[in-house]
């Protein structure tokens, strides 16, 4: 996976099979019902049960709509993805405007995922990848994707503009090897 700076957005490309099944999985894990998932997206904030009630009632409900609305956002924007040239490896293009709604997709995804896969602070130590089961270290393994993708849109990487995005190619866009 490369990532690159256009006049639009940011593009991601030479994204694997694996890649876009995780990303397409994103809005699928916003949604999610699992209890372990509500429990890690919403948590109850309050410790009194009037509190707690008043939380249930007020909060997670526009909670649950602003999570709705990041994974329709996302869907929108993974239905842009295209192939580049003949290859099966794909290019995504993040709008700016679209950058927080993303962020907080991703995050979410990811704590998501965590709790989906019996995920421990343990895990995430030095020896701890080698330690989880082989569905465990799948998960990580996608949590780490999102999180790159992450990084990048919160500037930890320093991307040149490469102009607009009319003006990538698929020959401008080759893997790297």
Known sequence: MWAGRVDE??????????CVETLKGVPMLLESTDERVRARLLPDA?????GS???????????????????Q?????????????????QLLLIPN????AWLAALN???????????????????????????KQQEAMLRIQVLA????????????????????LTPDDADDDP
Do not use: I
């Open 9 to 18: 957005g940011y593009v991601f490309g030479g994204l694997s099979a694996t």
């Open 46 to 50: 309050c410790d009194e049960d009037a």
């Open 53 to 71: 009630a008043d939380w249930q009632r007020h909060a997670v409900p526009e909670l649950e709509r602003l999570f709705a609305s990041r994974a």
């Open 73 to 89: 956002l996302v869907r929108r924007d993974l239905a842009g993805l295209r192939k580049l040239g003949k290859s099966d490896v």
């Open 97 to 100: 405007s679209h950058v927080n």
């Open 108 to 134: 979410a995804a990811r704590l998501a995922l965590f709790a989906l896969n019996d995920l421990e602070a343990r895990h995430l130590e030095a020896e701890g990848f080698a330690q989880a089961t082989l």
């Open 148 to 167: 790159e993708m992450q990084s990048v849109l919160l500037g930890d990487y320093e991307l040149e503009s490469g102009g607009s995005m009319a003006d």
